[in-house]
């Protein structure tokens, strides 16, 4: 069994993670962190949901006794508190997987811009993998630290990558239109996540200036060895989980839409969960919602060389825990699918 | 024109008194005031849905200009600012409309039992008057202090004040199950509220001890000179807006659905905002959102002698800004539904 | 592995099952059946979800193929088919587990006077138990055909069952005032169901005339061998799934929260998926979506000696498709949980 | 007093359209007809919100009758109805206010291409002006038929209008990815509509294919006299009301976001009812719900060279009722905002 710990298990990144390996074969979770004020508390009446499930209490960050008792550690945190964690829980001989962007980013300089924070770990970049599994399981299994992916850029990259990699569109250009639950924000008490003002509405955020943008346009060109230009915009739709992007290029030249499905499953051949839609099919959101897939659709608008790509994940799983997992189960030599299915 | 000044005009029940006057042909409004952190903020710029209506400021709460410039001032306020504002602005000549709780109670020690709070003007209520208008229109009429009611003893009592008035029911008991929107808990970042927590969910709250109870008990009692026991149970559902209260009682001794569809004609014949379903119609919430109307249905459960009386507002309207308009149109003379229909 | 036929596999009861039985480590689902629409599609097609995961056609009902192939058929289907089904089924060797309520009463006048149907096998309902595991698992571990419970029943004779046992209310009296979510209606094309008509909005509807009131008094009659009678309040949320039923009764006499809790835990001591909450906590809907589990909670208010239980299910699945699975788990003498949690 | 009669008063837009007159001050509506299924209802029975306020009856369609007792009728009726009932109406002399495609195209072969409908009334297109005032108020005010225009067309109409009336756009070619609310399918028992589908998922149809597209397209090189290539996107998400446009095209050449929100402003300055936002504001979806406001934000990704254009409207308002209401204000010389703020 493998023994794993949750540093920021009170948090969605964090539930969602427990809900998912309660029902993995291979896994015990044997300690649970979070934030002072739940210190003692334990994690099933913080959820209740978890009643006769799982007690165990919200301890404070004791990174030794994390690496010592735990095999992997995820951290479920907010941006900057892995660059302060992981070292000594590395150094401690615990496999370590972050939620938050602190080791997405090869280049420490992008990660600055981005994010309000000095990078104190950059010697622990050159170690660190981006966990996205349909394109990096070979590295993500050799290393002992991976940079969980952003909820965006999964569904993104893994809709987008191969328009870049086969050279199918103009300019190497792209608008991602994205709509997002709310639990993307976390869980937080903000004005305007609260129900009188998120029910019934649409709300565009941060549009040609979210953090998220330069992580996608840097994966794409890694993965894909093209340039790749993104123009980004997220809206907040009502629903609580949940990421619907769509994706819109120009054709560089024509091709029929069954020969580009056909290229979308050729690239996906070997990964468990993504799933393309047939040609002429149109996804829902809600067929990926609780579960760890990705599902990409495609569709032409001849008439003006269009392709739109849709590309659907629940933010909480592929987007964040389930992908976690998923990674976990590479870098222990699991399945990729166990405990996700 | 009535000249209309609204302290409290950032929160939901400023913003919807503020959508309700603009539609109203008598009023002109002429001052807002919020909390400092709005200080100098136009209210178009917090509620984009009014640009172009109403650019007025948010300026910092001062009575003495209030008195000078408007003949009514709506309190929008957290309980325990009207006993702070009230008396200056009724000494300067304005009529004054508070939404909170500060003079409902006829005994202060009610209202300090069940609210936090130090009541400063005990004289001022006797010159209070509950501002129920199905009940009290005649006072209303002649007091410069309206105690706006409470949301849910709106909708209690003006559903349950018959079965009362006309002693058909067992111990002058019922039970109160109501289902309330999440506008009620005011334009707060709580953490219950955000959509992550309320989509998709249903939590009761202060089950038998909230303090809308009391409220209730003593209307009914006053309003009907019954004795009245009332057992409350709110909870939060996931909708913006609206009340549906259940109230349940056995009859004292039978009675046809019938009949008791016209003792509540009878009751509320000149009540231009009670409407009583016919025998056999039951209600839907959304039938009153956005309008002033308490809309009241009754069913019968013969074999257990109970009577079932649904009593829907919606709890911005009727049950905040709508019904302070209607005071507000008694004490100035005019038709109870001006600007409200 | 035990090799299951679902007959209605495209509905929401099949679906759900469907879901369920995917994560069960000793099923395997052989067989499906639906209405003739779908004769020939593939059951991911219909859900896409399930694309990867199952993609069986959807057959036309014929129930020699089934009971030869199936240890067991589930019959997912509307009031009035498992009597048409239910014989050959069994006769074949098949056990089966009914959704609707042809097998729920042990009279079959009852059953005629609620449900428009003639009903034709009355011989079967000697050997039907009710599938209500934490009062029938006994019974049920010896039948072959098992009647799954309603939601509503299930909520409401869970939460119930207790008080009438210790007789600890007056005139065996309770109100059952439930919200429901939507699909409790089934996966059909109708008016009040569409998003517009429902967002927002709250339905009471049957009040005091659902053809769940009867089961209930039935069910709690049997198994607490006490008289009960039942005003049923159901009431229609926006909202996807779940029930909570908010039952009130008078306490014939006074009793402490701690003492009304311990009597709960002691009657549910067996029960793996009912949940009592501590003296003092009140349940949110939430906890139990997804779930098998019931969750009680208690509150009393003693000024009007009115005992409240809280009571909440996923009507989906301990309503309907996750208590067909543990009575499954049951008839095949497999612990009540596996797969179900 | 304006005599106004309705048919199709029982679907959204017919509802939609007494709801705004009930508050017009020079309007009396008169007469109502819907589908035979509602003969003899009153129409506070179909949407008891109406109770106490209009109890006409529907009436069958009388053509005569209609046209002898009102001055301006609305076909809230679905496509091919008007180009039944619209000769014998004009003939009699009201005025007709159409919310189908009819008299939307001048081509006839074009709405025969996108509508499965013979056109038998050709000769009625040359009096038809395409209702949209902000660019036609001149030809409406002089015309007895008005095509009330398509809810997406006036959406994406006016956000994208001024980019090409000022070929500020490569290729004048845009991308509109719109977000509708589900009452755009009006008020039908459809199975993708019913809340257990559509609650918590978003749903991409008819993705560049929707008979919209045509329109937008026509319209705007109507109103600009400029080619135009629109590729269209349409979802659907769980909201009851209002779209989001969101209008994506690369710049001709660089232009500052202050210039642009001024050419807006411009090109916009006698409609009073399109606001335009302020350079770095971004809209919501809510602050345009229950009014006729259309809402245009914009914003620029420099490093693509993207104009990003949000145009926000009530579906059922602006883009149905309330542009009807606007119509005719304008059509019986009243002031275009009448009745509408």
Excluded: W
Excluded at 12 to 41: K, M, N
Excluded at 142 to 170: D, H, M, R, W, Y
Excluded at 244 to 261: G, H
Excluded at 332 to 339: A, C, K, S
């Amino acid at each position: 069994m493998i023994k794993v710990g949750i540093i920021g298990a009170t948090g969605y990144g964090g539930r969602e993670t427990i809900r998912i390996l309660l029902g993995h074969p291979q896994v015990r979770i044997v300690l649970l962190a979070a934030d002072p004020s739940f210190t003692g508390q334990r994690i099933d009446q913080v959820y209740p949901e978890f009643r006769s499930r799982i007690d165990l209490p919200c301890l404070d960050v004791d990174e030794a006794k994390f690496a010592k008792e735990c095999d992997v550690v995820f951290l479920a945190t907010p941006d900057g508190l892995a660059i302060k964690f992981a070292p000594a829980l590395l150094a401690g001989g615990a496999k370590v997987i972050d939620y938050a962007a602190d080791f997405r980013f090869q280049d420490v300089k992008l990660y600055e811009q981005h994010y309000p924070i000095k990078h104190t770990q950059p010697d622990l970049l050159k170690d660190a993998v981006y966990g996205l599994p349909e394109f990096n399981a070979h590295r993500i299994a050799q290393t002992s630290l991976v940079a969980n992916p952003g909820c965006f850029p999964t569904a993104v990259v893994l809709g987008a990558a191969p328009l870049f990699k086969n050279a199918l569109i103009e300019d190497n250009f792209i608008i991602a239109n994205c709509l997002t639950g709310a639990s993307g924000a976390g869980r937080k008490a903000l004005l305007p996540m609260i129900l009188p003002e998120l029910a019934a509405n649409v709300q565009p955020y941060k549009v040609a200036s979210h953090r998220h943008q330069p992580e996608m346009a840097e994966v794409l060109q890694a993965i894909t060895s093209s340039a790749a230009s993104v123009c980004f915009i997220p809206q907040l739709i009502p629903v609580e989980r949940g990421i619907i992007a769509t994706i819109t290029a120009r054709l560089a030249k024509p091709i029929s839409l069954e020969d580009l499905v056909d290229i979308y499953n050729g690239i996906y051949s070997q990964a468990p969960f993504v799933r393309i839609g047939a040609a002429g099919e149109l996804p829902e959101l809600k067929q990926v919602l609780g579960s760890n897939f990705c599902d990409i659709n495609l569709a032409l608008d001849n008439e003006s060389r269009t392709v739109i790509v849709f590309s659907c994940i629940d933010n909480l799983v592929k987007g964040l825990a389930g992908q976690a997992v998923q990674n976990m189960n590479i870098m222990f030599d699991l399945p990729q699918t166990t405990g996700l299915l």
